[in-house]
């Protein structure tokens, strides 16, 4: 979700609530501690060098359990980041202690924020010899086991 899209969704919403890629809720008690811009300027497995950039959103609950943030005032720290951190429409990464701190992204589904799993992936595939989509194999093509070339007690494995 980019932070305009989070920004109109804010304008229309009576209260914040963000579910969890498992169904669970982030406790409504929870704070954003933190707006900021992450910058990531990395060189990958097949030497290309990239940047990528998010604008990032740390949620942590606290043992105050009476306290609510509202929309409104997740607007006015986006419009403050934005007078001194930066005006790009980037994309929204929310960071979220479970175990350690998870790295999230962000939806709206259902008129519900969500935060999204994220994955590491290999951005240079096509350099590290990993093919870019599954081998498709016939079974009925595979050698049987008559046709083996590793037999019990060959040695071959």
Request: proline share 3%; charged share 20%; glycine share 8%.
């Amino acid at each position: 979700m980019k932070l305009s899209a989070l920004k109109n969704y804010l304008h229309t919403a009576d209260v914040l609530n963000f579910q969890l890629p498992n169904g669970e809720f982030v406790p409504a008690h929870f704070h954003i501690t933190e707006i900021g811009l992450l910058s990531k300027h990395f060189i990958d497995c097949g030497g290309i060098v990239r940047e990528e950039k998010f604008a990032s959103m740390q949620i942590w609950t606290a043992n105050d359990l009476d306290h609510r943030l509202a929309p409104a005032k997740l607007n006015s720290i986006i419009a403050t980041y934005e007078k001194t951190i930066s005006q790009e429409d980037l994309d929204v990464e929310i960071e979220y202690q479970s175990e350690t701190i998870g790295k999230y992204g962000l939806d709206l589904s259902a008129g519900q924020l969500q935060l999204t799993t994220t994955n590491t992936n290999c951005l240079a595939k096509d350099h590290c010899g990993i093919p870019t989509e599954k081998l498709k194999v016939n079974l009925s093509e595979l050698a049987t086991a008559g046709e083996s070339c590793c037999t019990p007690g060959g040695g071959c494995c």
